[in-house]
C-alpha cells in the first residue's frame, strides 16, 4: 500500500509550458514534503520541500502548493525547459527521524 | 567532497550468488540509508542506520542484511541472490533526525540477477 500517491505517471510538456505533478497523502503525521529530481544515471537530488504550515513555497521556476485539509500537495514548474526533463518524485516524513516515503514517481519530457 | 559513493556501478549475479554493496560517504552524515528503486514504485527503503553500530530495517527488508561498522560506511548484502532483487539500488546520507536535513544520494548501483 503506498503511503504516498503520484500522478501522472509520466508527462509530456512543451517549452516554455506549465508542467503539474501531483501527490496526495494519509498519513497526518507527516508534516514535511519535500520533490526530488534525478536525472538518468544519476541519484535523486532536494529540489524543493514545503512544511504544512504554508500553503505555496516558490523557488525560482518551482513551485509547491501545498493543500492540508485535502492532504494533496504539487509541484508546478514554470516555462519548463529541455533540461528540466528527469524523474520527479514526491515524498514525504514526520518530523523527526528523517524516513521518507515516496511517491512512485513521475517522468517529464519537456519537448524543444 | 565527492558526497555519497557505491560500489560496484553495475553487477549481474547468478541465481543464489551473495554480493555485498559499499555505500561511502565524507560528510560526517549520521544516518544512512539503502533504498531500491522499480519501475512504477519508487524508492523503497530497505533499511537504515541512525548512526556507527546501528541499524533497523525499513519497508522491505527481506532478503537483504546491512552493517555500519564505521560511521562513512554502510553496507548492503545479499547472501542468496534472486531474480526478484534485479533493481537499482541508491544509498542516502544525512546529517540527523530532523527532517529538513536533506538526504544525499549515490548514483547508484544496478544489479541484475540471473
Known amino acids: 500500500q503506498q503511503q504516498v500517491k503520484q500522478s501522472p505517471q509520466s508527462l509530456i510538456v512543451q517549452k516554455g509550458g506549465i508542467s503539474i505533478i501531483n501527490c496526495a497523502y494519509e498519513n497526518t503525521a507527516f508534516d514535511y514534503f519535500p520533490w526530488y529530481q534525478q536525472f538518468p544515471g544519476k541519484g535523486p537530488a532536494l529540489l524543493i520541500a514545503i512544511r504544512p504550515d504554508v500553503s505555496e513555497k516558490k523557488e525560482g521556476r518551482f513551485t509547491i502548493s501545498f493543500n492540508k485539509s485535502a492532504k494533496q500537495f504539487s509541484l508546478h514548474i514554470m516555462d519548463s525547459q529541455p533540461g528540466d526533463s528527469a524523474t520527479y518524485f514526491c515524498?514525504?516524513?514526520?518530523?523527526?527521524?528523517?524516513?521518507?516515503?515516496f511517491g512512485a514517481g513521475t517522468i517529464l519530457r519537456v519537448k524543444s | 567532497n565527492a558526497g555519497v559513493t557505491q560500489t560496484p556501478k553495475f553487477r549481474v549475479l547468478k541465481t543464489g550468488q551473495s554480493m555485498t554493496l559499499l555505500c561511502a560517504q565524507d560528510?560526517?552524515?549520521?544516518?544512512m540509508y539503502w533504498y531500491r528503486q522499480d519501475p512504477g514504485m519508487g524508492l523503497r527503503l530497505i533499511h537504515y542506520?541512525?548512526?556507527?553500530?546501528?541499524?533497523a530495517k525499513g519497508e522491505v527488508p527481506d532478503g537483504y542484511n546491512v552493517s555500519r561498522l564505521k560511521k562513512q560506511n554502510f553496507l548492503l548484502g545479499l547472501e542468496s541472490a534472486a531474480p526478484s532483487q534485479t533493481s537499482v539500488y541508491f544509498c542516502a546520507s544525512t546529517l540527523g533526525q530532523l527532517s529538513n536535513q536533506p538526504q544525499h544520494f549515490g548514483d547508484g548501483t544496478r544489479l541484475s540477477i540471473l
Open positions: 542506520s541512525v548512526g556507527e553500530g546501528t541499524t
Open positions: 560528510m560526517n552524515h549520521e544516518y
Open positions: 515524498a514525504a516524513s514526520s518530523v523527526y527521524g528523517n524516513k521518507l516515503v
